[in-house]
């Protein structure tokens, strides 16, 4: 069920003022030990951060909390709350090797509908609509993999820049691959892209204001906020759009998806009703996927109260 968002008491979403638990440093040290030791040695470090997490990361576990009860059905257990950090850390983990061209480390089952696999075959450009649900980087890592269209990320300026830092820590050379929304040639960047043929990637499950940006729908059972902007994008660029989500399956194992939503410059609907029946698939093809790998929801925040 849809429901238009009319409140605006906050003037940002809620997860945009959390604070950022990382620091260089400490990224260059996981990347030093990563790379230096080796992946099984630093999957040894995951296990006493994510007990300090899951002890004195109070609100990030009430956030878990609920969020398991939902799409588990059931009260969470501290052993749920555990693998659901620990899934969250292996992923992070596993962006050091991927963001240096380690794909060969994983074991990645790749699964692509119809429109997809034709994307992919006529090097076209696309939208990817991801959530923070599971591995971007899988995505991107693929994309390499296969010699197919570069893949970047379309994101908030802010997290732009968080990122990009993150970049420069692990490889510096992928910096160029962030494309911050709020610039004066923001949009042309995009467009640009999409005509070179590359994949432009935007997880579009957090919305940046509270207001006319967003609308609700029914997520795991409760109205949540869900952010029109990126297809309102699409929508301009008539842009084909896929959902992607790298599910983490544990290990060095990972499955990929590559679905389609919908194809903004075939469809002859009105805008409005394009934008509303493409996120309705979005939003109920994300919640299939918290339920078939529910530990890898990585909203660690009261999400339907953003």
Known sequence: M?????????????????????????????????????????????????????????EARTASKQYLRMVLGREARVSDGFRHIHTF???????????????????VQVHLDEAARGLLEQRRGCILLGAHLGSFEITRAYADEIDGPPASVV???????????????????????????GKVDSMLRVEQALQRGEFIGILADRGLENGSGNVSWDFLGQPAKFPTGPLRMAYMLKSPVLLMVGVYRGGNRYDLYFEELLNMSDSELPRNELIRKAQQRYVERIEHYCHEAPYNWFNFYDFWKS
């Not at 790379?35 to 007990?51: D, M, N, S, T």
């Not at 850390?89 to 074991?107: C, E, P």
């Open 2 to 58: 849809q429901t238009p968002d009319k409140s605006a008491e906050k003037p940002a979403a809620a997860w945009a003022g959390k604070p950022e638990r990382s620091n260089t440093l400490a990224i260059r040290f996981i990347v030093w030990v990563a790379l230096k030791l080796g992946r099984r040695v630093a999957r040894l470090f995951l296990y006493p951060i994510c007990l300090y997490f899951l002890l004195f990361a109070g």
């Open 89 to 107: 850390a292996s992923t992070i983990l596993d962006r050091v090797f991927l963001l240096n061209g380690r794909f060969d480390k994983f074991d």
């Open 155 to 181: 994101m908030y300026e802010e997290n732009a820049r968080k990122l990009n830092s993150v970049l420069k820590a692990i490889n510096p050379d992928l910096a160029q691959q962030v494309i911050a929304l």
